[in-house]
């Protein structure tokens, strides 16, 4: 295993395999991602837009990555739905989030919001309703809720 921050290791496994490299934890953070890139030391990068600070700040690490051609992903939601919906929205509007994301999906037990995510041939439909498109179920709100 190599950690995140060993940037010139990536490099020099980069040059010594034609496998591409793909780094998934702690890309979302602009530092490891900016000396990712310019280090030529990854194909690919895996952003989380909880981690990376918004919506905003994912998309411009997507900017600086197509900047340096190299594709990113998205991280897996594996939520109950609310961050799943902010995911779509982001992807769909980035261009340099342009690989699937990995996915837990199957191991989805509920939402907390109250039009359930489907899957509709291999793609999840972005909400069009306003803001993130979702509303929240206050009963499993409520059920989910810890430490009140």
Known sequence: MVRTESYGTYRQLRSRVRTPIGVNEDTYFRRNLYHLLSEDAIDVGVVDIVPAGGILRTKGLASMAAEAG?????????????????????????????????TVYYAWDDYIIENPITVENGEIPVPDDPGLGVTGDESKIEKYQIGA
């Open 70 to 102: 190299v594709s990113l992903s998205h991280h897996c939601g594996f939520d109950l739905g609310v961050k799943t919906t902010a995911m779509l929205h982001t992807v769909s509007l980035t261009p340099g989030i342009n690989l699937p994301p990995d």
